[in-house]
């Protein structure tokens, strides 16, 4: 980087919790807006399918076998300072 900024990239993970699966998706359906925007882009049947799609996405990570919902995600934060 030029004029002697600095790039510090770190590896971390946030634990979705939810009350379940479902409350999960219901509360980025309402507010979360690319998956907002997502479902209001599709027919019914393609809403359908999107909540089928998400729903098995979550379970195949869900560390909960009782109906509710903790599920770990990795992200990278990247930090830049300007020098």
Known sequence: ????????????????RYRSPQHWLDVFRTYYGPVLKAFAALDEDEQGALQSDL?????????????????????????????
């Open 1 to 16: 980087m030029p004029h002697g900024g600095v790039i510090k990239a770190t590896s971390r993970q946030f634990v979705f």
């Open 55 to 83: 729903l098995a996405l979550v379970a195949q990570f869900n560390r909960l076998k009782d109906g509710g919902m903790v599920v770990p995600s990795d992200y990278l934060e990247v930090v830049v300072h300007k020098g």
